[in-house]
């Protein structure tokens, strides 16, 4: 083989092995990010907290409230219901007396729920009332539909406890029509959030 041919064939091998790095060093780098050194790219599917595993909610029978007489102690004026059944469900838990973060909180999920449009019907407002019931002068109007309960009894306690404690009185939580605790959405983030997470799983479910 003569010096030229050689030549020709070690610059064809140097340029087919530049064109190899070309493609194959991103992926290299690719890997060696994501499992050398723990990076993971920050864009995500959903933008609440999914809560791992999810919680299966234990059946418990609560009163539910009446926000028709303001001024009126808490009593079950309804016959007990079963909460988290059949629907989706957006769920608040705090005191009754509902101040500021509660407010807003209720606000959101009332909005989000009325932007689902034809689906809304599929989504029930619940707001499990742990102590001091209940602000109706404010519920009751402004609020319209919204499913207040007595969770303060002991049954109501085993339920209570299976809701996240840590910035509760900022959170939102969504229950699929199973009884399952799915997600956390915290109500100070965008709205537009917690809207594209319900609109996506109505999407997807076939139940509720």
Not at 50 to 56: D, E, N, V
Not at 127 to 142: I, N, Y
Not at 148 to 168: I, N, Q, S
């Amino acid at each position: 083989m003569s010096t030229a041919t050689g030549e020709l064939r070690a610059r064809n091998l140097r340029t087919l092995a530049a064109l190899a790095a070309l493609f194959l060093l991103p992926l290299v780098i690719a890997f060696w990010m994501y499992y050398a050194s723990g990076w993971r790219p920050a864009a995500r599917v959903n933008h609440g907290v999914l809560i791992t595993p999810m919680r299966p909610l234990p059946l418990v029978q609560l009163p539910r409230v009446s926000l028709a007489a303001p001024g009126a102690q808490m009593r079950g004026d309804s016959a007990a219901t079963t909460p988290f059944r059949h629907r989706w469900s957006l769920v608040y838990v705090g005191a009754g007396s509902c101040d500021e973060p509660c407010r807003h909180a209720l606000y959101v999920m009332r909005q989000t729920r009325l932007s689902l449009n034809n689906d809304m019907t599929r989504i029930d407002r619940v707001f499990l009332v742990a102590s001091d019931c209940c602000a109706r002068a404010l519920l009751g109007p402004e609020h319209a539909g919204l499913i207040v309960l007595d969770a303060t009894g002991p049954e109501a306690m085993r339920l209570r406890r299976e809701f996240p404690t840590a910035g509760r009185e900022q959170l939102l939580f969504i229950v699929d029509p199973l009884g399952n605790l799915i997600m956390s959405y915290d109500a100070r983030q965008n709205p537009h959030g917690l809207l594209a997470d319900l609109e996506k799983l109505l999407r997807l479910s076939h139940i509720g």
